[in-house]
């Protein structure tokens, strides 16, 4: 038996979410499809650090999957992206010890926000950001970040996770939030330990509100303190969304683990 | 009868190109019903500053037309935008004299070319660049570029022109042509004085058989005096191409069309 740490990309437009469903197309659907195809198997679990919803984007997802069969890695990755649709795509290929998990083994994440603020849409961003229409107060937003930084109970910016999901401790350690100025808008970059179910989305929520003059600074206390997720903002959108990064303790591949040469 | 100028973005990846024609979406036909229904007239022809294939995108496309309907120019663009698919933007709705056309006005145009070259692709660029997965022998594509500068015959780098699109003399000057390097790949930026039908996507496929090795830098010169088209390279794909600007007269513009406020 062998693990593999698959480092994934994806477009998240057309699919339901990283998640199987019923009736709906989800990246792990098509990973485990192909997987079992390629390496003749009945069915193979690809297990992922983390479920992304319908339209939210990754550009470095984690998963991992165990198999008997042999593999060699660099002709199982361009196998992979033959098979796959164009929108998803396996960046990298590894291997990594049987005790590896791309949840449980995850020590940190990186998630990206994008906000574009211009009157008229960019149409080749439409996709990939949220289009907020009524001015934004942004030196307020910047302000108002602290407040989410290092080590809180987030249960007021967590939604209920979803049927099967495992029930968590629900505080978190926000390492960096961080807003870049982009062409047309910009972007909110959350580092952290992890993340509860759309606790991305219900921030730049309570962010934009905040800018939105629809609510104050000092409230993000109080709601905090509440452990009540209806007094936060409404959730962003999910197609501003990126997963970008799933950090790993730096010894968790296996060394004979090399980078695929072109 | 006033005569209103048109900036627009669009994603071509949903249409069969600019031109209306039978039984495909059309970017044209798009503008030409929305703008027919917002001002009340039975038939508004948008004229464009050229053709763009299916799948070729712009970023400013100019367009115009005519109407004697009265407009404020600021709710008629907002008006077009709510109506328009997503993927085509209105970026501005200027008025310009009525000796003005979107076509025969121009004095220049800038269009780019996206490569990219990674082993794996970008879900993210897949429908906005080719995908060369050889390798590209890049000092020499740099090299044959300086070739296409200037003025030529460029009917070894023209294909046919559609039906019904006007026979033209085959004559036209480059200006610019640089390679930019981007993540993953470059970018091929052309500015000249006009293009014919292809002649961008030509010489992006000719550069490529060049820095693969299956054209020589001085067969370039005698592709351009045979004026043959079956000499040069194939067609470089239409998605990596973008329409960037539309060049005119520094006085093109009635003085009363300042910019539109947010």
Same mark, same amino acid.
């Given at each position: 038996?062998?693990?593999? !740490?698959?480092?994934?990309?994806?477009?998240?437009?057309?699919? *339901?979410?990283?998640?199987?469903?019923?009736?709906?197309?989800?990246?792990?659907?098509?990973?485990?499809?192909?997987?079992?195809?390629? $390496?003749?198997?009945?069915?193979?679990?690809?297990?992922?650090?983390?479920?992304?919803?319908?339209?939210? #984007?990754?550009?470095?997802?984690?998963? #991992?999957?165990?198999?008997?069969?042999?593999?060699?890695?660099?002709?199982?990755?361009?196998?992979?992206?033959?098979? $796959?649709? #164009?929108?998803?795509?396996?960046?990298?290929?590894?291997?990594?010890? $049987?005790?590896?998990?791309?949840?449980?083994?995850?020590?940190?994440?990186?998630?990206?926000?994008?906000?574009?603020?211009?009157?008229?849409?960019?149409?080749?961003?439409?996709?990939?950001?949220?289009?907020?229409?009524?001015?934004?107060?942004?030196?307020?937003?910047?302000?108002?970040?602290?407040?989410?930084?290092?080590?809180?109970?987030?249960?007021?910016?967590?939604?209920?996770?979803?049927?099967? *999901?495992?029930?968590?401790?629900?505080?978190?350690?926000?390492?960096?939030?961080?807003?870049?100025?982009?062409?047309?808008?910009?972007?909110?970059?959350?580092?952290?330990?992890?993340?509860?179910? !759309?606790?991305?989305?219900?921030?730049?929520?309570?962010?934009?509100?905040?800018?939105? #003059?629809?609510?104050?600074?000092?409230?993000?206390?109080?709601?905090?303190?509440?452990?009540?997720?209806? $007094?936060?903002?409404?959730?962003?959108?999910?197609?501003?969304?990126?997963?970008?990064?799933?950090?790993?303790?730096?010894?968790?591949?296996?060394?004979?683990?090399?980078?695929?040469?072109?």
């Amino acid at each position: 038996m062998q693990c593999y !740490k698959l480092t994934l990309a994806y477009d998240g437009t057309r699919y *339901s979410g990283w998640q199987i469903q019923p009736n709906a197309p989800s990246i792990q659907q098509h990973l485990q499809e192909v997987l079992a195809m390629l $390496l003749g198997e009945k069915q193979i679990a690809v297990i992922g650090s983390g479920r992304t919803d319908g339209g939210v #984007h990754a550009l470095n997802q984690v998963a #991992h999957f165990k198999t008997a069969r042999e593999c060699d890695l660099n002709r199982l990755l361009l196998s992979l992206n033959a098979l $796959l649709p #164009h929108d998803i795509r396996v960046k990298k290929l590894e291997m990594a010890p $049987l005790r590896f998990h791309s949840q449980y083994s995850a020590i940190g994440k990186e998630y990206h926000y994008q906000l574009y603020l211009e009157r008229v849409m960019d149409p080749f961003r439409r996709l990939y950001s949220w289009h907020v229409l009524r001015p934004l107060d942004l030196p307020l937003l910047k302000e108002a970040m602290p407040l989410f930084l290092g080590t809180h109970d987030f249960t007021s910016f967590a939604n209920e996770p979803q049927k099967g *999901s495992v029930s968590k401790n629900p505080v978190r350690t926000l390492r960096r939030l961080d807003f870049c100025a982009m062409e047309g808008g910009g972007r909110l970059e959350f580092e952290g330990d992890g993340f509860l179910y !759309k606790m991305v989305r219900n921030i730049v929520g309570t962010l934009v509100e905040i800018a939105f #003059h629809r609510l104050l600074i000092p409230q993000i206390l109080s709601i905090f303190q509440a452990r009540d997720r209806r $007094l936060a903002g409404r959730a962003a959108p999910p197609q501003g969304l990126f997963l970008v990064k799933v950090d790993y303790p730096a010894d968790h591949l296996l060394k004979e683990s090399t980078p695929i040469p072109f």
